[in-house]
C-alpha cells in the first residue's frame, strides 16, 4: 500500500533547489495538498519558511509554506514520499543521493535532470539501476521546452513524462495544470537523452551567435542537430520515435534560441573570446552541456557515430581549439 495524504492523492517530493526544481514545485502545489521539498542548506530552507520564496532562483515565485514540507535530510523526504523528483544539477546528484539510507523500494525516481552523472559518466536512468537497483519500472524523466522563468511567470508550457504506462496517469495528475500541458511517452532512455544533447547543441548554437553567425546560419545548424539527434539516438536505443514531437525538437529549439538559456549563454561567451573558464565562472547556474559534451562525444567516438556538431564542441570546450576555426570547418559539413 502506498502513502496517501487527505485528498487520495500520491505523496509528492522534489529533491533540489536550484531553477527548475524551485518551477517544479510550483507545479506540483497546483494539484498537490502538500509537497515535500529537500533543499540545499538550512539557509535556503529558512529563507523559503520565512520570506515564502527560493531567496536564490525564481524568487519572484511565493509559496504557501502550509503547503509545503520543507528539509534538508533526503531520508525524510524519500521516506514520506510516494513519488521523488530528482532536480538537482548532474554534477550533485551522487553526493545527494549517497545519503539515500532509508527504504526506497517500491517509489516511483522521476529524473528532471538534463545531464550526465560524472560519478559514472552515465545518464541518469542508469546510474539508478546499476548503483540504486531502481528499475525503469520504478523510473520516469521529464523531458519537453519548459524553461523555469516561462513556468515561474504561469507561461503555457508543456512537459513530456516517459515511463511505463503503469505510471502515465499518477504522474500526468501529478504535474497537469491550467498552464502546464502533460504529454505522456515510453521513450526513457531516449527522452533523456534528448534532453543531454540539446543542452550541448544550445552551447553550439551560443557559441554560433558568438562569433556573429546569423539566423540564418542558426537555422541549418538546428536542423543538422535535429538529424544528427536522431542518428545518435538510434545508436543508443533504437525504438519507433517521431524526433519531430516537442520534447526532441521543441527542447531542441527552445534552448538553442530562448535567451533564457544558460547552455546557449555560455557557448554566446565563448564565441565571443571568453575563455571556456572564465565563460562558467562568469555565469551563477550549471551549464549542464558543459559536462555532457564529454560523456557524449567519447560515446559517439566508441559507437562510430558521425556527429560533426558534437565534435566541433566537444573540441572548443575540452581541446582549446579555436572557434572560429572549428565554425569555418563544420560550416563545409552542414548541409
Not at 536542423?223 to 525538437?249: C, K, Q, T, W
Not at 562525444?297 to 562510430?304: N, P
Request: proline share 2%; glycine share 6%.
Amino acid at each position: 500500500m502506498t502513502k496517501k495524504d487527505q485528498n487520495s492523492q500520491q505523496v509528492v517530493g522534489v529533491v533540489g533547489s536550484g531553477s527548475f526544481a524551485t518551477a517544479i514545485v510550483k507545479m506540483l502545489t497546483e494539484n498537490c495538498k502538500t509537497v515535500h521539498w529537500c533543499v540545499r542548506n538550512e539557509f535556503v530552507k529558512g529563507a523559503i519558511e520565512l520570506r515564502h520564496h527560493n531567496p536564490t532562483y525564481l524568487t519572484a515565485v511565493q509559496f504557501n509554506v502550509k503547503n509545503l514540507k520543507l528539509t534538508t535530510d533526503i531520508n525524510e523526504l524519500v521516506s514520506a514520499c510516494d513519488i521523488v523528483v530528482l532536480a538537482t544539477p548532474s554534477i550533485y546528484l551522487s553526493d545527494t543521493l549517497d545519503k539515500m539510507t532509508c527504504d526506497y523500494k517500491g517509489k516511483i525516481f522521476v529524473s528532471a535532470i538534463k545531464g550526465i552523472v560524472p560519478k559514472v559518466n552515465d545518464v541518469v536512468a542508469h546510474y539508478l539501476r546499476d548503483e540504486f537497483k531502481i528499475g525503469f519500472r520504478s523510473q520516469a524523466v521529464i523531458a519537453g521546452p519548459c524553461h523555469a522563468e516561462e513556468v515561474a511567470m504561469e507561461r503555457l508550457s508543456y512537459l513530456t513524462i516517459a515511463s511505463v504506462e503503469e505510471n502515465r496517469k499518477v504522474l500526468h495528475d501529478c504535474f497537469a495544470s491550467r498552464f502546464i500541458k502533460v504529454n505522456c511517452s515510453c521513450d526513457i532512455l531516449g527522452n533523456e537523452y534528448s534532453a543531454i544533447l540539446k543542452n550541448i547543441y544550445a552551447v553550439g548554437a551560443g557559441i554560433a551567435s558568438g562569433l556573429g553567425y546569423g539566423d540564418n546560419f542558426t537555422a541549418v545548424f538546428v536542423s543538422n542537430a535535429i538529424r544528427e539527434m536522431e542518428l545518435f539516438l538510434e545508436g543508443i536505443h533504437e525504438m519507433p520515435r517521431d524526433v519531430n514531437e516537442s520534447a526532441y525538437l521543441g527542447d531542441l529549439l527552445v534552448t538553442a534560441y530562448s535567451l533564457f538559456s544558460r547552455n546557449r549563454n555560455l557557448g554566446n561567451l565563448i564565441g565571443k573570446g571568453y575563455t571556456v573558464k572564465s565563460a562558467i565562472q562568469s555565469m551563477n547556474m550549471i551549464a549542464e552541456g558543459y559536462y555532457a559534451a564529454d560523456s557524449i562525444y567519447k560515446t559517439a567516438k566508441e559507437r562510430k557515430m558521425d556527429t560533426p556538431i558534437i565534435d566541433a564542441v566537444y573540441r572548443i570546450l575540452y581541446e582549446d581549439k579555436n572557434a572560429e576555426k572549428e565554425y569555418k570547418k563544420l560550416t563545409a559539413k552542414l548541409n
